[in-house]
């Protein structure tokens, strides 16, 4: 029996009377809880105030109200039955002062865990750390196939931009995972995914079939050109976008686990960057709106183009080395930080021969994190009152030289992954895949073969500039007020 059933029998929740519980464990509003009511067939109705709680009192359809209200006015006892539930009613076998310490989080991991192996273990002081640790590992290691199974089915149906965004996120929190515990996933098992998805990918890419998310609503942010307008179009008050040069999926997941002493809710997007992705193209089409414009410039101006994006308000753009306080940020409506260390850290990384994963990578950017003030940055601009964006302008990927250095070609020298090219110059590529840029006139991209890049043989780095999904899938985050 799961410890989901053993509640809804131990609170009868089957039973025709109407109920009222008081929760004071949170469990009864845990994700897993609620989805084994619905599954059941079982109606009922969640509230956290007494307004709530008196109207789904007197509805005559809603026979199970679950609150987070401690204290029950006693006229309500004369209209259900009041019960409390507390770390004493949960079905496991336990000493009270072992689970007391816990948070929420802990105890839901020790719940799932006991229901994976034994419900009934006693759970005591002595061993609930050794209990904690396994639950973790648990839930980690059933995380991990949960998504690994999303990615599959996913890979299973027809191809489109919506799916590749949502690969994007998927693998990427596998990839961070995986980095963060590799017994997680074996390496081949994780590369044999990613072979996967450049299969699902990449003729749909090349085709140029993204060219349809330029004609989806700005509010939907499915390309990085849509940011300053959806910004534009939300800004109510003081707004800050926070832009982390070559931050993938995977890095944001990283960044989101650093900011964690903050305590913040999102709302998570995918967008794709634009193609080539490279920052001169890619960043262009954040700051100034377009999908083109990027192709055209020699120069990006962030800093211009955010004040003209924002006419009417008081603009400042910060760079990673900027020291920023209250009296920095007084005045001002709109600002945006550019954090470069993602990208400089990436190119930065050396690899043993024929090691080709990201772990060496997140290893130095987490290190740099936690030495570096993009904690207290954030958290000065939360506590200033601006209403907090991050984006990225592109992603990238461990490469491996092909053998064809083309530098003069390359738009950025750390970026091997694409050449933007004119028409005239075709006949030197013939042997390469290409794509039409959607929208602009003369330019094609050259792709070098799979996850190549135009370097040295052999030679192993990160870079970018290509269209696989962890280059071309980035992270569009609100923080939730």
């Known amino acids: 029996m799961t410890w989901e059933n053993a509640i809804n029998i131990k609170l009868n929740l089957i039973d025709i009377s109407r109920q009222i519980i008081s929760d004071r464990t949170d469990i009864l509003s845990s994700f897993e809880f609620v989805s084994f009511l619905k599954s059941s067939g079982i109606s009922f109705r969640q509230c956290n105030n007494l307004s709530d709680l008196i109207h789904f009192t007197e509805s005559g359809d809603v026979k199970i109200i679950i609150t987070t209200l401690k204290d029950i006015p006693d006229f309500l006892s004369a209209k259900a039955d009041i019960?409390?539930?507390?770390?004493?009613?949960?079905?496991i076998n336990f000493d009270p002062q072992a689970l007391e310490p816990l948070s929420y989080t802990e105890l839901l991991l020790l719940l799932n865990?006991?229901?994976?192996?034994n419900l009934l273990q006693s759970v005591t002081k002595s061993n609930i750390q050794f209990f904690l640790q396994n639950a973790k590992q648990h839930h980690e290691k059933f995380t991990a196939e949960q998504l690994a199974e999303e990615i599959d089915a996913?890979?299973?149906?027809?191809?489109?931009?919506?799916?590749?965004?949502?690969?994007?996120?998927?693998?990427?929190?596998?990839?961070?995972?995986?980095f963060h515990n590799p017994e997680l996933i074996e390496q081949d098992s994780l590369s044999a995914i990613q072979q996967r998805l450049d299969q699902y990918t990449y003729d749909y890419i090349l085709a140029g079939n993204l060219k349809n998310i330029f004609y989806e609503p700005s509010s939907n942010v499915r390309s990085v050109s849509s940011i300053l307008q959806y910004l534009k179009s939300n800004h109510k008050g003081k707004t800050a976008l926070?832009?982390?040069?070559?931050?993938?999926?995977?890095?944001?997941?990283?960044?989101?686990?650093?900011?964690?002493?903050?305590?913040?809710?999102?709302?998570?997007?995918?967008?794709?960057?634009?193609?080539?992705?490279?920052?001169s193209v890619s960043r262009a089409a954040i700051y100034?709106?377009?999908?083109?414009?990027?192709?055209?410039?020699?120069?990006?101006?962030?800093?211009?183009?955010?004040?003209?994006?924002?006419?009417?308000?008081?603009?400042?753009?910060f760079r990673e080395k900027d020291i920023i306080t209250p009296d920095s940020l007084l005045g001002l409506d709109v600002i945006s930080v550019i954090y470069n260390f993602f990208d400089d850290i990436s190119h930065a990384t050396k690899f043993p021969v024929n090691f080709e994963n990201k772990s060496l990578y997140f290893d130095a950017a987490r290190n740099y994190l936690v030495n570096s003030s993009v904690l207290d940055h954030i958290r000065l601009i939360l506590e200033e009152g601006y209403q907090l964006f991050f984006c990225s302008d592109h992603g990238s990927i461990v490469a491996r030289g092909n053998g064809k250095k083309i530098d003069r070609y390359l738009q950025d020298k750390?970026?091997?992954?694409?050449?933007?090219?004119?028409?005239?110059?075709?006949?030197?590529?013939?042997?390469?895949?290409?794509?039409?840029?959607?929208?602009?006139?003369?330019?094609?991209?050259?792709?070098?073969?799979?996850?190549?890049?135009?370097?040295?043989?052999?030679?192993?780095?990160?870079?970018h500039g290509g269209i696989a999904v962890e280059e071309l899938v980035v992270p569009f985050i609100e923080v939730v007020k």
Do not use: H
Request: aromatic share 12%.
């Open 414 to 463: 750390f970026a091997k992954r694409s050449c933007l090219i004119d028409d005239t110059t075709l006949v030197e590529f013939l042997d390469y895949p290409q794509m039409k840029i959607p929208f602009v006139e003369g330019k094609t991209l050259v792709l070098p073969q799979g996850r190549s890049m135009f370097d040295q043989l052999n030679n192993i780095e990160i870079s």
């Open 83 to 91: 019960k409390k539930f507390t770390l004493a009613d949960l079905p």
């Open 154 to 178: 996913i890979l299973r149906t027809e191809v489109d931009y919506e799916n590749i965004l949502r690969l994007g996120a998927l693998f990427g929190e596998l990839q961070f995972r995986s």
């Open 288 to 317: 100034y709106g377009s999908n083109t414009e990027g192709f055209k410039l020699t120069y990006v101006n962030e800093a211009k183009v955010l004040q003209q994006q924002f006419p009417d308000s008081s603009c400042k753009l």
């Open 242 to 279: 926070i832009c982390f040069d070559c931050m993938g999926m995977a890095e944001w997941f990283l960044l989101k686990e650093y900011l964690r002493p903050l305590n913040l809710s999102y709302q998570d997007r995918q967008s794709f960057a634009l193609i080539p992705t490279i920052t």
């Open 113 to 117: 865990y006991l229901n994976a192996t």
